[in-house]
């Protein structure tokens, strides 16, 4: 059961730190770079914290989501078994999040099922 469990570790690890640095940088992938910006000017408009006033930058909602991601993404991978729980933790929460973003966007079903099987996966291996 350990083995499994460390390769969808390393898989999340590495799909999350790629995405991560595709909101970064534009040369990971232009096209998905400029989609990201787009797509994150509604994402601001939909920030969880609106309700208190807080609007975020689009370009800074992407930068801080793009650095969570791949820090995350590479201590799921190469970090110790504490740091792992951590950074599990945190992108469960960042999937939380992106699925009430899509919801409040009244996204589509099939939009959202990326980042609902994501979460399924990251709270596996969180019980696991």
């Not at 729980?85 to 079903?109: D, P």
């Amino acid at each position: 059961m350990a083995l499994p469990l460390a390769a969808l570790r390393v898989l999340l690890g590495g799909f999350f730190a790629l995405t991560g640095a595709a909101k970064l940088s534009e040369q990971v992938s232009a096209p998905v770079s400029e989609q990201m910006k787009a797509l994150f000017v509604q994402f601001a408009e939909v920030f969880p914290l609106k309700v208190f006033g807080y609007q975020p930058d689009p370009m800074s909602y992407q930068v801080a989501v793009g650095w969570l991601e791949l820090l995350a993404g590479l201590l799921l991978v190469l970090g110790p078994p504490m740091l792992q729980e951590i950074s599990n933790l945190l992108l469960t929460l960042l999937m939380m999040g992106a699925i009430f973003t899509l919801v409040s966007l009244k996204e589509s079903l099939n939009t959202c099922i990326p980042a609902i099987v994501c979460l399924g996966l990251l709270l596996l291996l969180d019980i696991c």
